[in-house]
């Protein structure tokens, strides 16, 4: 079970530091960064995939724009990329198809815009989430923790070594891992036969054992080839014992920030839930905190036909936790405004309670010829491609 790792990687070994964006070197070039500009994030993931099929970033008048020159007017400062391992490029029903070389191209534009970049390495073929956590195909034989430790360093080495001309300012090593990492194998290997492998229950000192090695030989990967980097571990947001139990079971951990994921028409808690578990994290643990995941739609409708993950059910869900939102006059409901007042609400709340930075997550997941979105009714883009007033809340907060 591997662990979720951001690096602040402000640069890869032969990457000078003055090489450094501006906006990296506003939040993390300073003797203490928790002090420094919030992270104002975006994650850009589905960008490649959305232009390769002819789909059209554009401005609030419908002019066609860089999606990221566009995002920095609003005061976006920091980028997330997640990467798949080897994902199945001819898979129609798979949508975002992030390669090591896609997610290579796509950097060079974040850095030549001058943003921070987040990379979330998955470990994985496909998506990685509290529900799935798949050992990539090519690694369906190991039969040991010192060989899966081999495995994931040097992977995790080839990675950062590919990107040392546009160094990630921040890398992720696996993605909301509450369940575990690397946990099942994507051929016929049972779960039980990976457990002690990958640490996919927390029930024994053995499993707690090889989890600590085979994260450390990813940590310690990123310290050699990324020396100023942060480490971040992952988590999908949860009731705050929960989130403490994790983070005392595995305190010892090589990690620097913690990243939660908070989804309010999900089973995330209460907004005032959310600014307890960021204070507290951060107080128990010594660490800063950034909601690396939150969305909200702007409408219920659709434009393809593939099922959208926010209906009214998600709508009615989620107001009932946005708590501090409705006291203070906004309102949830799924408009093009109600999605800018939940985001500027989640924001708020991660400031007030200590954290550094919120990530938008699916804001660029139109649908377009050839792919379609669950997601297309929560992007920071409307069916016509352009951005929505929800982008305003990273400007104005």
């Not at 080897?86 to 950097?107: C, F, K, Q, W, Y």
């Not at 470990?123 to 050992?135: E, L, V």
């Not at 939940?342 to 792919?371: M, P, Q, T």
Request: charge should be negative; charged fraction near 25%.
């Amino acid at each position: 079970m591997l662990f979720s790792l951001f690096f602040f990687c402000n640069s890869c070994a032969g990457v000078e530091k003055s090489d450094r964006t501006d906006a990296v070197a506003a939040i993390f070039l300073t003797e203490n960064y928790r002090s420094s500009s919030f992270m104002h994030g975006f994650d850009a993931s589905m960008v490649y995939e959305i232009e390769e099929n002819g789909g059209v970033y554009r401005d609030k008048n419908g002019n066609a724009s860089d999606i990221f020159g566009l995002l920095k007017k609003y005061g976006v400062n920091w980028i997330r990329l997640r990467l798949w391992h080897t994902p199945d490029m001819d898979d129609v029903n798979l949508s975002g198809h992030n390669d090591l070389a896609r997610t290579v191209e796509i950097a060079r534009r974040i850095k030549d815009s001058g943003l921070g970049f987040l990379l979330d390495i998955h470990f994985s073929d496909t998506w990685a989430d509290p529900g799935n956590q798949k050992y990539p195909a090519a690694w369906d034989s190991v039969s040991s923790v010192e060989e899966l430790k081999n495995l994931v360093s040097d992977y995790t080495a080839h990675v950062l070594t590919s990107l040392k001309e546009v160094p990630p300012d921040m890398v992720q090593l696996g993605n909301e891992i509450n369940p575990g990492f690397l946990v099942t194998a994507s051929g016929a290997a049972s779960v039980e036969d990976f457990a002690k492998i990958s640490c996919s229950s927390y029930k024994s000192d053995e499993t707690v054992k090889n989890f600590m090695e085979v994260y450390y030989s990813a940590s310690e990967t990123v310290r050699k080839i990324c020396p100023d980097a942060k480490i971040m571990v992952h988590l999908s947001s949860d009731k705050g014992e929960s989130l403490r139990w994790w983070f005392q079971k595995f305190k010892k951990i090589d990690f620097d920030v913690i990243g939660i994921s908070y989804y309010p028409f999900e089973n995330h808690g209460t907004q005032k839930e959310l600014e307890q578990n960021i204070a507290e994290l951060k107080a128990n643990f010594n660490k800063d905190v950034v909601v690396v995941e939150t969305s909200w739609a702007w409408t219920t409708g659709w434009k393809d036909e593939k099922t959208n993950v926010f209906y009214t059910e998600q709508e009615k869900a989620g107001a009932e936790k946005l708590t501090e939102l409705r006291t203070s006059g906004g309102t949830a409901a799924a408009t093009k405004y109600g999605q800018k007042a939940v985001l500027a609400s989640i924001i708020e709340s991660c400031k007030r309670a200590g954290g550094i930075g919120v990530f938008y997550w699916g804001g660029d997941w139109i649908s377009c010829d050839n792919v379609l979105s669950s997601w297309e009714n929560q992007a920071l883009f409307d069916f016509e491609g352009k951005i929505t007033p929800a982008a305003e809340a990273f400007l104005e907060n």
